[in-house]
């Protein structure tokens, strides 16, 4: 089998949680401590890491993240296993995260995981003000947080903390608080959001009848320059337009997903972004996954199954998916629209395939990007502006009009 039908990155899905927080409209549910489906939930993720080490999937596996949900959830015995399993079946992944959050952190956790393999922690910390954790539903509060922060870093992992700004309660003065509070823990990576309230999550419901002028695009929009200017300070370089680091604690799995490297995703929820080779690798083993269509080079898979039948039935067979098929033009306009996410902006070897591919209509967009000041010259790359990130809607949006016809979907 070559090398190319191989995944460069492993994701798990652990959709449990202490509690829904009040923002979220990821595929998680509240689960109490112990119950028994959580167990046999991580049964059956085990089982599928072996179905795909099996098909030759993970032979070039660089990176693998655990996340959520909640997989601190899972506790030491549970999480430890299945870091162990992932490091069994992969064993040349260079960083392993998984996902924490401060409440359910517990040193034993913290012991479990650094022994199994793991190499690196994202903790959930989103706010180091009370007022503003209450707001979002969070579990834990600003002292929690700053001591299991501690806790994590004496390990030795690489720790990343998770903020979130245009919050409710927030202010300039409280934002720039959290964010010189999370630089002074000693972490090496912070990520920043802009809060998005959802339809359907309990903040949607709380603000529907009111104005929401702290989460408006211009707060949003000061908050993350606001951010930017703050960690830079301390040497976190922005690499990403959510992700600061110092200079090698880059989250090497974040990056996969902005270069077009294949991965596959395994839970509830869970993505996979396969070229043809892995999905036809894929296809071996669940005979219900359906024929690509001749023009596809890369296919794109959402895993339906619920939790309880996921943990009922652990093949990768019994699994039902939503399906997203893309031709060459597709998948090289989709990563020119992921690529400008990145600081360091479009490779050289992706704007060349996209002139050849594209021809008269690449240099087109190009220049009315650049006229726009959405991209700008680098150092000899298109490079996204600070402008660029603020619109980001338009700048990937140009980028992936790029491509002809509709997306083909299907399920199974």
């Known amino acids: 089998m070559s090398a190319d039908s191989g995944v460069g990155a492993l994701y798990l899905h652990v959709p449990f949680c202490s509690r829904k927080c009040a923002y979220c409209?990821?595929?998680?549910?509240?689960?109490?401590?112990?119950?028994p489906l959580m167990t046999s939930y991580v049964?059956?993720?085990?089982?599928?890491?072996?179905?795909?080490e099996s098909l030759g999937l993970l032979g070039c596996c660089d990176t693998a993240y655990v996340g959520g949900g909640t997989p601190t959830l899972l506790g030491n015995e549970g999480l430890g296993s299945l870091v162990s399993a992932v490091r069994s079946a992969?064993?040349?992944?260079?960083?392993?995260?998984?996902?924490?959050?401060?409440?359910?952190?517990?040193?034993?956790?913290?012991?479990?995981?650094?022994?199994?393999?793991?190499?690196?922690?994202?903790?959930?910390?989103?706010?180091?003000?009370?007022?503003?954790?209450?707001?979002?539903?969070?579990?834990?509060?600003?002292?929690?947080?700053?001591?299991?922060?501690?806790?994590a870093v004496a390990t030795g992992?690489?720790?990343?903390?998770?903020?979130?700004?245009?919050?409710?309660?927030?202010?300039?003065?409280?934002?720039?608080?959290?964010?010189?509070?999370?630089?002074?823990?000693?972490?090496?990576?912070?990520?920043?959001?802009?809060?998005?309230?959802?339809?359907?999550?309990?903040?949607?419901?709380?603000y529907a009848n009111e104005p929401c002028d702290w989460n408006d695009e211009e707060?949003?929009?000061?908050?993350?320059?606001?951010?930017?200017?703050?960690?830079?300070g301390f040497d976190l370089r922005r690499y990403e337009v959510a992700s600061y680091a110092l200079a090698g604690k880059e989250c090497r799995h974040n990056i996969v997903y902005w270069t077009g490297v294949s991965y596959i995703g395994l839970g509830t929820g869970a993505s996979s972004m396969l070229d043809l080779k892995g999905y036809l690798r894929l296809r071996t083993t669940c005979p219900r996954l359906p024929k690509p269509p001749s023009n596809a080079t890369r296919v794109r898979l959402t895993t339906r199954t619920g939790r309880q039948e996921f943990a009922r039935s652990p093949r990768l067979s019994a699994l039902s998916f939503s399906l997203e098929f893309l031709s060459e033009a597709q998948a090289l306009a989709e990563d020119l629209m992921l690529g400008a996410r990145l600081v360091d902006g479009l490779r050289p070897e992706l704007v060349l395939r996209a002139r050849e591919l594209f021809g008269t209509k690449f240099d087109d967009t190009i220049d009315d990007l650049l006229a726009q000041r959405l991209l700008a010259e680098k150092d000899g790359r298109l490079a996204p502006t600070e402008r660029g990130w603020l619109l980001g809607n338009e700048l990937y949006g140009a980028l992936w009009d790029l491509a002809p016809g509709e997306v083909v979907v299907a399920s199974c």
Request: aromatic share 2%; with cysteine.
């Open 25 to 35: 409209d990821f595929s998680s549910w509240a689960t109490p401590v112990g119950d």
């Open 43 to 52: 049964c059956a993720l085990e089982a599928q890491i072996g179905e795909v």
């Open 157 to 206: 992992l690489d720790v990343s903390v998770d903020l979130m700004c245009a919050t409710p309660q927030q202010t300039d003065e409280s934002w720039a608080n959290t964010l010189k509070g999370a630089i002074s823990l000693g972490v090496g990576h912070v990520s920043v959001y802009p809060l998005q309230i959802e339809e359907g999550t309990a903040l949607d419901a709380r």
């Open 90 to 151: 992969a064993p040349g992944i260079r960083e392993l995260t998984c996902e924490a959050n401060p409440d359910s952190l517990t040193d034993d956790v913290l012991l479990a995981v650094r022994e199994a393999g793991a190499t690196r922690l994202s903790i959930g910390v989103q706010s180091l003000n009370d007022d503003e954790l209450v707001e979002l539903g969070r579990l834990h509060s600003s002292a929690c947080a700053r001591e299991r922060v501690n806790a």
């Open 219 to 232: 707060v949003q929009a000061s908050r993350m320059t606001q951010a930017q200017a703050l960690l830079e």
